[in-house]
């Protein structure tokens, strides 16, 4: 059987994904991800009317149970420093991060 | 038996007679998970021993001055004549996929292994409100993702307490073991295609998925964010009534937990299932997956399976319920493949927030820029499982595949749905009330058996998933031991905010089946 995903794609898809892979850790995701896309396929063979719509969720969500929507107003969070605290480098105040690289556009 | 043994509903009784303290209930949970857990797992677990491989391991955190401190006060409450709360003095364990104040919350990988979340899930926040003691943050398969727990970054995984050579399922696995071997009562656990459900069978405990929408997802870490439900996790039908009671309801933190008004659970739990209408689909007597060719191929579930979902039919015919056979449920073989695809799309979007920018774990190593800083840090934070679904749900919603793939699987979610419509129309033709199913096509199986194969392991989840797609609620309760010796779970299904009803049915096969001697069987961790 062919594959779905080539090498190349798969190159593809992983700078996408911002990640970076060994020789074996991209030999056992390239054999799974086609392995996976051999069980999607079968949604290919099912007949599907015209009419049938996308479900986004499950359960309906009615007017009566959804929740109304509150207001758009400020709520502070009480403990803004345990959320700073999270960050791997912060300076006065400021998330520190490397260089953002730079594109001219034509 | 000591008190980590007893049923949540026990405990609080005895509690309110001052003839137990929380404090007292505290110390035999600790006692017991000192006995049978065996350390924790960690990101740096050296080599796992002979000694590893014979004990539970459900906890990544122990929470014990937490829990201490919440004894305490129950117990100062009770001293006071104040009410202590619902669930006053119940131990409970939470899937470390929540967020809780001030506690180290890792979905189970390295990318999370630092973070101390600022604010608590809504679930776990009602159980503490209610007087609950939360001991620790519990193992998972890393970000939920597997049904073994062997994908989690902290070793040694989670162990199935009726046999340690076994996995505990997943992806709640730290949730069912710290249940089934008594470490504590309660556990709040997730369901995505049947997290909840799946360990709650490998573990012989009950696990309760409820209605999208029942239980906030506030300070859930999002899996598949249309799919993911947290529920409770006991070993008997009405302690799961109990925690639902608690956790249920609509939240103004998360839009789609649903402004439905929560039934008194406890109320109807004994009422009996006279004149219920209960199905048997033969489209849960088998599964299908694909082989190694990738051609499809049917199997029946293993004749023990049916044999128990047979046997629970007959209990509660004698009962007064109607056994309706063969409902047609046709669409339940596409569950799995639409899952692949709609659970990565989802996935992969919410893993893109994973930066070592704001949280979490970010690379020491030197780097260039800002680009080079994300790729080594997700690098390094995510183990495959999360890389492998970032990927695919990268390929399969991307635009030119997107309508091959992730809208057709959507469309397929709406048959899927339809089935359910159909079985449970009050004015249709099968008029049910629940579908009785077995859980799982097999029971726990040994560790390695299944992890690596990413397609296989998913097929874990079959019987469970359709429910995911639908929204509907599912509970599985043990229906049995295998010739394994391991147990075998049977599940109700039944339509939307239908729990009081899936409660009743469970609780009343429960008692129907409480003098069988298949119930008086102990985990094998404790019978040492």
């Not at chain 2, 598949?224 to 996790?233: A, E, K, M, V, Y």
């Not at chain 2, 190694?292 to 004698?318: K, M, N, T």
């Not at chain 2, 309706?324 to 799995?336: A, F, L, Q």
């Not at chain 2, 429910?467 to 339509?495: E, K, M, R, T």
Request: hydrophobic share 40%; charged share 20%; proline share 7%.
């Amino acid at each position: 059987m062919s594959e779905f995903i080539d090498r190349s794609t798969f190159d593809h898809l992983v700078q996408l994904a911002a990640l970076e892979l060994t020789d074996e850790q991209a030999e056992y995701l390239l054999r799974e991800l086609n392995n996976q896309l051999k069980a999607i396929r079968e949604l290919e063979a099912i007949p599907l009317d015209e009419d049938v719509p996308a479900t986004w969720h499950g359960v309906p969500y009615t007017p009566q149970i959804s929740p109304a929507l509150r207001g758009d107003d400020w709520q502070p969070f009480e403990r803004p420093q345990d959320i700073l605290a999270q960050a791997p480098q912060m300076e006065n105040g400021y998330l520190i991060v490397p260089d953002i690289p730079h594109t001219t556009l034509e | 038996m000591e008190l980590c043994d007893l049923p949540a509903y026990e405990l609080t009784r005895l509690l309110r007679q001052r003839k137990i303290s929380a404090t007292e209930i505290l110390a035999s949970c600790l006692a017991r998970i000192e006995t049978v857990d065996g350390r924790p797992g960690s990101t740096e677990p050296g080599e796992i021993s002979d000694e590893d491989k014979q004990t539970v391991h459900a906890f990544i955190t122990v929470t014990d001055d937490r829990a201490r401190a919440q004894a305490m006060s129950v117990d100062q409450k009770l001293a006071d004549g104040e009410d202590p709360g619902r669930l006053a003095g119940v131990p409970f364990t939470v899937k470390d996929i929540f967020c809780v104040q001030g506690t180290r919350t890792t979905a189970a990988s390295r990318i999370l292994a630092n973070f101390v979340a600022p604010y608590t899930a809504t679930p776990v926040a009602r159980m503490e409100a209610e007087g609950a003691l939360m001991l620790g943050k519990v193992n998972l398969d890393e970000f939920t993702y597997g049904s073994s727990n062997e994908s989690s970054a902290f070793q040694p995984c989670p162990r199935n307490p009726w046999n340690p050579q076994c996995v505990p399922g997943g992806s709640s696995g730290g949730s069912v073991a710290s249940v089934a071997a008594g470490e504590a009562a309660l556990s709040l656990g997730t369901d995505t295609a049947g997290s909840i459900r799946q360990p709650a069978a490998f573990c012989g405990v009950v696990g309760l998925k409820p209605t999208y929408g029942r239980v906030s997802r506030y300070g859930l870490i999002a899996f598949g964010s249309s799919l993911d439900c947290p529920g409770p996790i006991a070993r008997n039908v009405t302690d799961a009534a109990m925690m639902l009671q608690v956790i249920a309801g609509p939240d103004a933190h998360d839009s789609t937990a649903a402004s439905v008004p929560v039934e008194d659970y406890l109320a109807q739990l004994e009422t009996g299932v006279r004149g219920l209408r209960i199905g048997l689909s033969p489209d849960y007597f088998k599964v299908t997956y694909p082989d190694e060719l990738g051609e499809y191929v049917q199997q029946a579930v293993p004749q023990e399976f049916e044999a128990a979902v047979r046997r629970a039919a007959d209990l509660l015919a004698q009962m007064g319920a109607e056994i309706i056979e063969d409902v047609p449920m046709p669409n339940t073989r596409y569950g799995i493949p639409a899952y692949f695809v709609i659970s990565r799309v989802e996935a992969a979007s919410n893993l893109h927030r994973y930066d070592g920018v704001k949280y979490g774990h970010r690379t020491v190593e030197p780097v260039r820029d800002l680009n080079e800083m994300y790729r080594k840090s997700r690098a390094e934070g995510f183990g495959l499982q999360p890389k492998l679904r970032i990927l695919m749900g990268m390929y399969v919603s991307a635009a030119q595949y997107s309508e091959q793939y992730y809208q057709r699987a959507l469309r397929v979610r709406t048959l899927i749905r339809r089935d359910f419509d159909r079985v449970f129309d009050p004015n249709g033709k099968y008029r049910l009330h629940a579908l009785l199913t077995p859980t799982t096509p097999t029971t726990a199986f040994p560790f390695g058996a299944v992890y690596g194969d990413s397609v296989l392991m998913q097929y874990a989840d079959q019987l469970t998933v359709p429910a995911n797609h639908a929204g509907v609620p599912g509970i599985s309760v043990p229906g049995g031991i295998a010739a394994d010796g391991l147990p075998i779970g049977i599940q109700f299904l039944a339509a939307d905010y239908q729990e009081a009803l899936l409660l009743r049915i469970a609780r009343s096969y429960e008692k129907a089946s409480e003098g069988e001697s298949w119930r008086q069987v102990k985990p094998m961790v404790l019978q040492r």
